[in-house]
């Protein structure tokens, strides 16, 4: 294999296939230290498992706006975890159009959809200047056979990106405008509480032309739907900053739960 030396720590190799325009390079701070730990690592590690499965995180990562961590067609080799940041996942669609089919955000997996093909299927770039770890799947696959809490967690992460797969395709095959828009918001409200943040201030990192394209729905659409929720008393909206301030009214839009 091809080495490229990181000049930031001499002693380090970087191979080529993991090194984009901003080398990823170690870091002090560890897995058992960080505050997405819960997110991301299986749960109930002993203190060993835990030493093995740091290992994995071969390097950090630092993204800045706009720039693409993979793109389309690229081999897949790796796996990254968001560490800090915000990033959208698009597919280029048989006219040429973007369509926006995910946002990340701390915590959260990205490059799974290359297991399957050894190529990544959609591009992902940063919405704001971001830091990922770089998981090499290669490393990933050898300490899952020797730590079967983390093939279990593995099959979790899996499954939870089918379900919210099946999820979109729900939000945009049988809801409502309103509806969408209600369901997205309320969606991000939840995943910033996993991280300790408010469910009801947020600061939205995409853009209304993006939302719209993840949601199926026109800019000039999203663009009203917002202005309706914030006349109807059920959000403030001062550009991308949001406040909710009737979640229980979201709620009602999408109907009774079954």
């Known amino acids: 294999m091809n080495f490229a030396i990181d000049r930031t720590n001499t002693a380090q190799a970087v191979p080529l296939h993991l090194e984009p325009s901003l080398a990823p390079r170690k870091f002090e701070t560890t897995c058992s230290n960080c505050n997405l730990r819960e997110l991301c690592l299986p749960q109930g ?16 990562r630092r993204m800045k706006r706009g720039e693409a961590l993979f793109n389309a067609g690229d081999d897949f080799n790796a796996i990254y975890a968001v560490r800090s940041g915000f990033f959208k996942t698009s597919v280029i669609d048989n006219e040429g159009r973007e369509q926006v089919t995910g946002f990340s955000m701390g915590g959260e997996l990205l490059g799974m959809d290359g297991i399957g093909s050894g190529r990544y299927n959609g591009t992902t770039s940063a919405l704001e200047d971001s830091e990922v770890c770089v998981m090499p799947f ?30 979109v395709m729900m939000l945009l095959g049988s809801m409502r405008a309103e509806e969408r828009l209600a369901a997205f918001l309320l969606n991000l409200s939840k995943r910033f509480i996993r991280r300790g943040y408010s469910r009801t201030d947020f600061h939205l990192r995409m853009t209304r032309e993006e939302i719209g394209s993840y949601l ?14 914030q006349e109807d008393g059920l959000i403030e909206v001062q550009q991308k900053h949001v406040r909710i301030l009737d979640s229980e009214a979201l709620e009602r839009l999408l109907g009774p739960k079954s």
Do not use: P
């Not at 099959?155 to 939870?160: E, P, Q, T």
């Open 45 to 60: 590690l002993c203190d060993e498992d835990l030493q093995r499965v740091e290992q994995i995180v071969y390097a950090r």
């Open 216 to 229: 199926g729905l026109k800019l000039e659409t999203v663009s009203r739907l917002f202005s309706k929720f």
């Open 138 to 167: 290669s490393l990933i696959e050898d300490m899952s056979r020797e730590v079967s809490a983390l093939q279990r967690n593995l099959h979790a992460v899996l499954s939870r990106e089918v379900v919210r797969d099946h999820g």
